[in-house]
Each structure stands twice: as structure tokens, then as C-alpha cells.
């Protein structure tokens, strides 16, 4: 167990519609990173938040945002879902914003959109 | 963050040592050597990271080489359960993201 939570675990949605993912990281760790897995591309990063703030943006849709709130959740909302959309979604923390302290990652949402 | 490039893939016999290379030739003094794991769509594992001296922890070693151009990732005594796909990532220690960018990996099947 990594400590980060992702819930939900499993999640199937219609095209068109949206829905929203959420991250509790683990106790300390003030940066949260989102991940999208899909069949054919691999891990890509989404976008970062360090304590409250967006601090690196990856390869995010428009249609895609997250937030991370003061008790340091982050939610990734996934608007206008598309059948493309369907793919493991992660998130990881960490303690800080550099590369010395490892970061760990939860066991994902799957989203299937139909 | 410096590209790294690893094998597509790699078999081990089970209870050999699994040794799975990375060369990173561009990593440049602040950055950090990261190794993850993930076994079927489970979320990545964190195995070991390591700056400029050799790593040893409960799952791995990590041996870096002297110029830091390349890296090796030990399982001392493979088993079945660490068949999975390894990630070599370069990691800056100053940068004021952290991100970590995940490339192809190398696919270990651990065979009896």
C-alpha cells in the first residue's frame, strides 16, 4: 500500500458526459501528480499541483482540469468525455517539488467511456 | 529532464538475478536516477533512485557508473511476482516540478 488513495476504483460513463476523479495523497506530502494510461501511449503526464497551486503542466486536454484543495486533495475533472478518453487514470505524490524525495503513486481509476 | 533508453525487453530465470540496463548519457549533475516497476495495470512502484553513489534497499540495487552516463538495476533473486515493465527515468533534483516522464520501459518476464 503506497498510501495515496484514488477513488473511485472503476467508473463507466457515456460519451458527452462528465465526471470527476479524485486523489488524497499520502499524509505530509504536499505535490500531486495525475496520469493518464492509455492502451497504446503508455504513462503521460497530465499536470502537477504543489501545495494548492499548478506547477507544471503536461498534456492535458482543454476539456481536462484538476484543482487541489487546502486539505490537499486533488480532484481531475474530465469534461465532454470522448470514447478516446477511456484509459487508466493515476495520480502519484510527493513530499516536495524536486526530484530527491521519491514519489509514490495509488492503483489508478479505470474509465471506460461507452 | 535527460532522455534514458532501456531494452524493450528481457527474460530471467527465476531465482537468478535480474539485471536490467539503462543508459541516460545526456543526465547532467543534479539529476537523479529513478526506477519504477508496474506489474499488469497496477499503479507504478517506486523500487530506488540514486544521485552518484550505488543504491541498495529491501527490493534492488542500484549501480551507477562512474561518468553517470548509465545505470543498472539488480533483483538479486528474481521471482515469478517481478515480472513486470521497469522504468528508468531521469529525474532533476532542482527543478522546481519534479515531474516524472515515463518512457517504453523494459518488459522483464521472469520465466520457472
Known amino acids: 500500500d503506497s498510501g495515496v488513495t484514488q477513488t473511485p476504483k472503476h467508473l463507466i460513463t457515456a460519451t458527452g458526459q462528465r465526471v470527476t476523479l479524485r486523489c488524497s495523497p499520502r499524509?505530509?506530502?504536499?505535490?500531486v501528480y495525475w496520469y493518464q494510461q492509455s492502451l497504446d501511449q503508455g504513462l503521460q503526464f497530465l499536470i502537477q499541483y504543489y501545495n494548492g497551486e499548478e506547477r507544471a503542466k503536461g498534456n492535458i486536454l482543454e476539456r481536462f482540469s484538476a484543482q487541489q484543495f487546502p486539505d490537499l486533495h486533488s480532484e481531475l475533472n474530465l469534461s465532454s468525455l470522448e470514447l478516446g478518453d477511456s484509459a487508466l487514470y493515476f495520480c502519484?505524490?510527493?513530499?516536495?517539488?524536486?526530484?530527491?524525495?521519491?514519489?509514490?503513486f495509488g492503483q489508478g481509476t479505470r474509465l471506460t467511456v461507452v | 529532464d535527460a532522455k534514458t533508453t532501456q531494452p524493450p525487453s528481457m527474460d530471467c530465470a527465476e531465482g537468478r538475478a535480474a539485471n536490467l540496463p539503462c543508459n541516460h548519457s545526456t543526465i547532467s549533475g543534479n539529476e537523479y536516477v529513478y526506477w519504477y516497476r508496474q506489474i499488469h495495470s497496477q499503479g507504478p512502484q517506486y523500487i530506488i533512485h540514486g544521485l552518484k553513489n550505488n543504491e541498495t534497499n529491501e527490493m534492488a540495487s542500484l549501480i551507477i557508473t562512474e561518468d553517470r552516463k548509465s545505470s543498472t538495476l539488480i533483483l538479486p533473486h528474481a521471482t515469478l511476482r517481478d515480472t513486470a515493465v521497469y522504468y528508468c527515468?531521469?529525474?532533476?533534483?532542482?527543478?522546481?516540478?519534479?515531474?516524472?516522464?515515463f518512457g517504453q520501459g523494459t518488459t522483464l518476464q521472469v520465466k520457472p
Open positions: 499524509s505530509g506530502d504536499l505535490s
Open positions: 527515468i531521469v529525474r532533476s533534483g532542482s527543478s522546481n516540478t519534479g515531474k516524472l516522464i
Open positions: 502519484a505524490s510527493s513530499v516536495s517539488l524536486g526530484g530527491a524525495d521519491e514519489a509514490f
